[in-house]
């Protein structure tokens, strides 16, 4: 009989040093335990079988592929949260979204509310929080009517990419959530591609990338 797999054997370390730590997460792993003994697996957890003195400062969605950055301890996690709140982190997605996305370049800036009855989805709703992406189209694909879109959102709120796309008619393709077949095949295409912001604990100026899988 073969021995489970050590946790920490599964993660994809980015960048490692005594402040903080970056990790790919793979699409479809919680970053933080959810509710309910199946869903005690996570990124966090995996890194603490690791880094006993890692700690979660932001999150992606399950279904979101790419750059989480942790910290490694609890001045460090002080830290690296205010530059997050402050908006000092430059964060870039990758994309593939349905139809012909159009202009090349452009601002999303609608406000975002839960929709409390259903769920962990977010609405588009005049009373909830400002929330701004910035995009860049990178290419158009005519055989699959996508387009491959590099995103930059400017403020974080709870599944702003997926929402904003989807409220200009350009769903994320394999959004079960929002898109427009609510069991589409695969994964979701979206991916945290990079992370730049100053290093808590030097000041220099860190830009970390990963390759996007789709």
């Known amino acids: 009989m073969h021995a489970a797999p050590d946790p920490s054997s599964l993660l994809e370390p980015v960048w490692l040093d005594d402040a903080l730590l970056a990790l790919n997460k793979p699409a479809g792993l919680l970053c933080v335990p959810g509710r309910g003994a199946d869903k005690l697996d996570c990124l966090a957890s995996r890194a603490q079988a690791a880094w006993a003195d890692a700690l979660v400062v932001h999150r ?24 997050f709140a402050n908006r000092a982190v430059d964060k870039r997605y990758v994309a593939v979204v349905h139809g012909r996305l159009e202009p090349a370049e452009g601002r999303i800036e609608l406000p975002l509310i839960a929709d409390w009855p259903n769920r962990p989805r977010q609405i588009v709703d005049e009373r909830g929080k400002p929330s701004l992406t910035h995009y860049r189209v990178v290419g158009h694909d005519a055989a699959s009517a996508t387009t491959r879109v590099e995103l930059m959102p400017v403020t974080g709120r709870s599944h702003q990419l997926r929402v904003h796309l989807c409220a200009i008619g350009h769903p994320i393709v394999g959004d079960a959530l929002y ?36």
Do not use: I, Y
């Open 60 to 83: 992606l969605d399950m279904a979101t592929s790419g750059l989480v950055l942790m910290a490694r301890g609890a001045a460090m996690q002080r830290a690296l949260s205010v530059a």
């Open 179 to 214: 898109g427009p077949d609510p069991a589409p095949p695969g994964r979701l295409m979206l991916h945290a591609q990079s992370l730049a912001f100053t290093h808590p604990r030097d000041g220099r100026l860190l830009r970390l990338e990963t390759p996007v899988p789709f």
